[in-house]
């Protein structure tokens, strides 16, 4: 329509062209003269709205990734009954909370539960292990003093090459 427009062409011959009313090829020629080829692209990608953000996403994978013994919950692993009821989000099938998991990489199915640290500083050190991976990727803003380029090693024995 933007084409046919520069090219001379009247509002009435371009619609009839187009298959569209004037008023929509006036309604594209005005977007066009106010935001340029931005408005070419449009913001409306169809299909519903994310329901949760990304701070509600993080927090989500944080407790699917934890054992629900850390929450005072008599059980060693979750269910998708039992993470959603825990949750207490609004309005979230359990196929929903499927999918958001699955998105997220969370299979939160395979915690191993049987293996524990022994050492009293673990989940202080835990803690900043996943502060450090949210840095990595993206997620939290370092702080001041906080790394802002962080690398990870794994040291396995002759196998590390």
Not at 150 to 159: M, N
Request: hydrophobic fraction near 40%; include cysteine; charged fraction near 25%.
């Amino acid at each position: 329509m933007v084409l046919w427009s520069a090219q001379g062409m009247t509002v009435q011959k371009t619609a009839e062209l187009a298959f569209t009313s004037e008023d929509r090829v006036r309604d594209v020629i005005h977007n066009f003269n106010a935001d340029g080829f931005g408005s070419l692209y449009p913001k409306y990608k169809g299909g519903r709205l994310p329901k949760f953000v990304l701070p509600q996403r993080v927090e989500i994978r944080k407790i699917a990734k934890s054992q629900p013994a850390g929450h005072g919950l008599p059980f060693s692993r979750w269910s998708l009954v039992k993470l959603a009821g825990f949750l207490v989000v609004e309005d979230i099938s359990h196929e929903g909370l499927r999918e958001l998991l699955r998105a997220e990489m969370v299979a939160f199915q395979a915690i191993k539960t049987w293996k524990g640290s022994r050492d009293p500083d673990y989940a202080a050190k835990k803690a900043r292990i996943e502060h450090l991976y949210a840095i990595a990727d993206g997620q939290v803003i370092p702080d001041d003093g906080e790394p802002s380029v962080i690398f990870c090693v794994d040291e396995f024995g002759p196998l590390n090459l």
